[in-house]
């Protein structure tokens, strides 16, 4: 198990570099040349590397200064922990905490949970921009639909239909919609 951990690190950062290029690059394109035109200004992008978290980083989207979602590796054991996948293990150390987290990993869909890690943000989003709005739109990675909905291609049409789809958007995704509806007058 202490390999596949070295080996997904390695090849995380592969990932990273290739999806994102300069972070600061990626938001530019994020919130200035993909967005739509009623939300500039209004969503905003962080990314944050720590010392020590071999590589890990951890992406933000805010809402009008207020944090909607955070994506890393943390949030998504503690959602594993927070809804009984596996129990908060007493043990002191690091290797206790994240006992079980590659099986949880390999076996609970992203579209099953509510937290998603850097690496799954990061892969989303290079499908995102290496397919068609409408493929990503109506994908079914709820973080494909995230960018989607925030995208300036997507059109009124489109953004009619999409409300009709709400209750099947996860909880965390209704706000976007919401935001992109309302800021459209629809």
Known sequence: MRLRHVFTNF????????????????????????????LHGRV??????????????????YVDGELLKRFSWETVNTYFIE???????TSVGIEAYWNDFWILMD?????????????????????YRNQSIQDS????????????????????MTLANANKML?????????LYRLRLDSEKM
Do not use: H
Request: net charge neutral.
């Open 11 to 38: 090849l995380r950062g592969e990932n990273v570099k290739k999806a994102l290029g300069s972070w600061s690059g990626m938001r530019k394109y994020l919130e200035q040349e993909m967005l739509a035109d009623c």
């Open 44 to 61: 905003r992008y962080s990314c944050t590397s720590y010392v020590g978290m071999d590589g890990c980083r951890v992406f933000e989207i």
């Open 83 to 89: 809804n009984g996948y596996k129990k908060k293990d």
């Open 107 to 127: 076996t609970v869909p992203i579209q099953a949970r509510s937290e998603y890690t850097d690496n799954e943000f990061c892969e989303a989003l290079e499908k």
């Open 137 to 156: 739109i109506n994908s079914e990675n709820p973080l494909e639909r995230m960018f989607g909905v925030l995208d300036r291609r997507v059109g009124k």
């Open 167 to 175: 209750d099947n958007q996860p909880k965390w995704l209704v706000p």
